[in-house]
């Protein structure tokens, strides 16, 4: 009689969710830092800066555009880490309960 394991199969298919959330995370955060870059660079146009005047260096506005998806990404990352956690946690503990028996 052949007994077979399902656990490894629903590891696999426990890790493929949260690197499909991961990769989310990241493209999500690559729009947000395009968007903020583009929306802090508008803003200190519309805000500051007169006609006739040369435009001001791009650098900060990227850096800050940067900084705002890196801390999204960290976020999104906090978030979903925990829960990879907890059901790596729960598995070992079913696996446990399982050999007790």
């Given at each position: 009689m052949r007994?077979f394991?399902f ?22 955060g ?7 870059y583009?929306?802090?660079y508008q803003?200190?146009?519309?805000h ?6 040369p ?6 506005f ?6 705002t998806?890196?801390?999204y990404?960290i976020y999104?990352?906090?978030r979903?880490y925990p829960m ?5 946690i729960?598995d070992?503990i079913?696996?446990e309960n399982?050999e007790a028996?």
């Open positions: 007994v394991n656990s490894q199969s629903e590891e696999r298919d426990k890790m493929k969710k949260y690197q499909k959330k991961l990769i989310e995370a990241g493209i999500e690559a729009i947000i830092t395009v968007l903020a583009l929306f802090y803003n200190y146009l519309l500051k800066w007169y006609r006739g005047l435009l001001p260096s791009k650098i900060p990227m850096v800050a555009g940067i900084l998806g890196a801390a990404f999104k990352l906090y979903t990879m956690q907890k059901e790596k729960a070992v079913k696996e399982l028996l």
